[in-house]
Nanobody
Framework: EVQLVESGGGLVQAGGSLRLSCAASGFTFDDYAIGWFRQAPGKEREGVACISSSDGSPYYADSVKGRFTISSDNALKTVYLEINSLKHEDTAVYYC????????????????WGQGTQVTVSS
C-alpha cells in the first residue's frame, strides 16, 4: 500500500520558518519524484518544489525560489520542505505526492498523495 504522510505544519508568525516532512513508502517505481504542492482556499493546487530519485536535484517554482528548500534522506523515503521568511500568502494546505520518472509541477502527473498538513501564517 502506498503511503505518504505529511507532518510539521502549524501556526507560525510571518517571518518565521517551518520544516515539513513527507514520509513515503509502498511504491515500486524504479525512478520517481516527490513533489510538494500547496492549496489555499479558493485557489488551484500549486506545485512548489520537487526532487527526483534519479539525480536528487531540487526544482522550485519561481514563486518560492530563495525561500523554500527541498531535501531528502534515505532515497527519498523522507522528503523535507523547509520554508523560510514565511509570508501570509504561504498559508495553505501542503501536500506531498509521488510520480514515476522525473519531477513535475503539474499535480495531474502525480499518482499518489498524502492527506496534507496545514500551514497558517499569522501577520
Amino acid at each position: 500500500e502506498v503511503q505518504l504522510v505529511e507532518s510539521g505544519g502549524g501556526l507560525v508568525q510571518a517571518g518565521g520558518s517551518l520544516r515539513l516532512s513527507c514520509a513515503a513508502s509502498g511504491f515500486t517505481f524504479d525512478d520517481y519524484a516527490i513533489g510538494w504542492f500547496r492549496q489555499a482556499p479558493g485557489k488551484e493546487r500549486e506545485g512548489v518544489a520537487c526532487i527526483s530519485s534519479s539525480d536528487g536535484s531540487p526544482y522550485y517554482a519561481d514563486s518560492v525560489k530563495g525561500r523554500f528548500t527541498i531535501s531528502s534522506d534515505n532515497a527519498l523515503k523522507t522528503v523535507y520542505l523547509e520554508i523560510n521568511s514565511l509570508k501570509h500568502e504561504d498559508t495553505a494546505v501542503y501536500y506531498c505526492a509521488v510520480k514515476p520518472g522525473y519531477g513535475s509541477f503539474d499535480f495531474l502527473h502525480y499518482d499518489y498523495w498524502g492527506q496534507g498538513t496545514q500551514v497558517t501564517v499569522s501577520s
